[in-house]
């Protein structure tokens, strides 16, 4: 189960395209849907006396498919959240995806107890609908964000509705656990989201660099760039001062969702030992292009020394973030013209 859980993890990355697409969010559907049966099947059988040889094995085995399907769900929004944001701002966030996907195997034990499955089974409905319905309806924010909370408490009642009809004994015996359980993580999900530590998915980052020009001709952008660049090295902008430093962004975001996107310029002042913020320009983004919408902002004027942009929402959640030094020097460096 160990190696499956891994292999189930790269195939999700490399599967898992967009967070809009239909291949995708069809398998967390179904999966959502078979973990929600399979609970039922499970727990129903449980106090089912004279089971069948044929029953007995389904008992035995639905434990491993509740595993297998929050498995996938789990690391699907690991590939997909781990997207979306800066790994800086979002650290916590993806950490708890990813304790809940490796948790998965660890706690497997668990996932014959009722209690567990549903606390499980709403975590995995609550983080889908966070960036299925802003999918949906076409809008991202926080009246969105909250929307995707009572959404998931709708379909978790139906489900608890529909488990009362057949195990109405097992239902109330733990139903002071499953309120408590499915508030906690609905009052932690939203103190993250509000401390801006959740990636304001289903945008995504798909690329932000510097340039030294940026032009836009004929609905294509023209960017010059130093012939060479140093791979995994923090690049460095050798400018005259007064010369202007471009920061191109590539925001993917899915179609008919249009929202405004920051860059939030900060010079790392080395006396307080802290970033200060110069500038924050900001534009539209307009969703349905594969590649990601194309934007720029510049500054001129620019210090000598370390400097970073951070590519933000409205709400000043963070998509990603580009550091780069600045260095005067008046020789001209040697460029070469690139299409985007």
Request: proline share 3%.
């Amino acid at each position: 189960m160990s190696a499956f859980l891994i292999f189930g993890f790269v195939s999700d990355s490399l599967t898992f395209r967009r967070v809009a697409g239909v291949f995708e969010n069809t398998v967390m559907v179904v999966y959502l849907i078979i973990t929600a049966f399979t609970i039922f099947v499970v727990n129903y059988l449980r106090h089912k006396e004279n089971r069948s040889a044929f029953l007995e094995k389904v008992y035995l085995f639905s434990p491993f498919v509740i595993q297998f399907t929050l498995g996938g769900l789990f690391s699907g929004f690991t590939v997909f959240y781990f997207r979306s944001g800066s790994l800086v701002s979002s650290w916590f966030f993806i950490i708890i995806l990813l304790t809940l996907m490796l948790g998965n195997e660890i706690f497997k034990k668990h996932y014959e107890h009722l209690a567990f499955q549903i606390t499980a089974l709403f975590t995995a409905i609550y983080f889908y609908l966070i960036f299925a319905v802003p999918v949906f309806v076409n809008k991202i924010g926080v009246g969105v964000f909250l929307l995707s909370g009572v959404v998931s408490f709708f379909v978790m009642l139906v489900c608890m509705y529909l488990f009362y009809l057949f195990i109405p004994g097992q239902i109330r015996k733990h139903k002071k656990i499953f309120v408590i359980a499915t508030f906690s993580m609905f009052a932690l999900v939203n103190v993250l989201y509000f401390t801006n530590i959740i990636p304001p998915i289903p945008l995504a980052l798909k690329k932000v660099e510097t340039y030294y020009q940026v032009t836009k001709v004929r609905g294509e952008y023209r960017v010059m760039d130093e012939t060479k660049s140093k791979f995994l090295q923090r690049k460095t902008m050798y400018i005259s001062p007064g010369d202007r430093i471009y920061v191109f962004s590539l925001v993917f975001a899915p179609a008919k969702i249009d929202t405004m996107i920051t860059h939030r310029w900060q010079y790392y002042d080395t006396i307080q030992k802290k970033w200060i913020t110069e500038s924050i320009p900001s534009f539209s983004v307009s969703g349905g292009r594969e590649d990601g919408y194309r934007g720029y902002s510049f500054k001129s004027s620019t210090k000598e020394g370390r400097w970073r942009v951070r590519v933000e929402t409205a709400r000043g959640q963070v998509l990603g973030t580009i550091v780069f030094n600045i260095k005067y020097q008046p020789e001209l460096q040697e460029l070469e013209e690139k299409m985007l």
